[in-house]
């Protein structure tokens, strides 16, 4: 059992950095310790966290679709978002421009 955790624990660290496709986000120290306890800990009962995650349907989905979907999603948010910034650069630019251009001041 000990073995096992110590495969977890360093399994955690070495995977601290989740790969959201343009960009990555770092665990924390607080967010390794909510795995590590997720994965080894047992409730009051004896039985462990993931194992009821498991046993629980919807979390089992979750889990299941994050694994196969989670990367393609992050990095189509990611897109969505970098067009909208990008749009709106655009149009400020535009309007600033044009107002400019006909003699508006803006600024004040």
Do not use: C, H
Not at 40 to 57: C, E, F, T
Not at 95 to 100: C, I, N, T, V, W
């Amino acid at each position: 059992m000990q073995e096992f955790s110590n495969s977890i624990l360093s399994t955690i660290e070495q995977n601290s950095t989740i790969d959201l496709g343009d960009s990555s986000l770092e665990m924390s120290d607080e967010d390794k310790n909510i795995l590590a306890n997720f994965l080894l800990g047992k409730d009051q009962a004896g039985v462990r966290y993931i194992a009821r995650a498991l046993n629980d349907p919807n979390s089992l989905v979750q889990m299941a679709w994050y694994l196969t979907s989670g990367k393609k999603a992050f990095s189509t948010i990611q897109d969505y978002y970098k067009k909208q910034i990008t749009e709106v650069a655009k149009r400020n630019y535009t309007k600033g421009y044009e107002d400019a251009r006909n003699g508006r001041n803006t600024s004040a």
